[in-house]
Nanobody
Framework: QVQLVESGGGLVQAGGSLRLSCAAS????????MGWFRQAPGKEREFVAA??????STYYADSVKGRFTISRDNAKVYLQMNSLKPEDTALYYC??????????????????WGQGTQVTVSS
């Protein structure tokens, strides 16, 4: 069974930075694309960023492009968030893709999800 555990969330002022981490169990972690999604209260879950299995291809939502960076190593996937805005406040989830080669913004392309870590940006 694959388990994903997010960490690094917290309360930060607008303009600040946070780095989220997602630790994945299972030896096949490195073979799969990984993604970050977020969900704010009363809103649908939305795509944030994705990275393919090699780390050589990344994809970002327009709302975070230029401010967030997704990366990975052999054990974790990361989301570096800079220039945070109040509208970035949400529960952030990492997810493991069904495949490895392509980055994808659709939640249906991911079949394992973490429990989420809360990010709150104050104005």
């Amino acid at each position: 069974q694959v388990q994903l555990v997010e960490s690094g969330g917290g309360l930060v002022q607008a303009g600040g930075s946070l780095r989220l981490s997602c630790a994945a169990s299972g030896r096949t972690f490195s073979s799969y694309a990984m993604g970050w999604f977020r969900q704010a209260p009363g809103k649908e879950r939305e795509f944030v960023a994705a990275i393919n299995w090699t780390g050589g291809s990344t994809y970002y939502a327009d709302s975070v492009k230029g401010r967030f960076t997704i990366s990975r190593d052999n054990a974790k996937v990361y989301l570096q968030m800079n220039s945070l805005k109040p509208e970035d406040t949400a529960l952030y989830y990492c997810a493991r893709g069904r495949g490895g080669r392509y980055t994808d913004a659709s939640p249906s392309a991911y079949n394992y999800w973490g429990q989420g870590t809360q990010v709150t940006v104050s104005s």
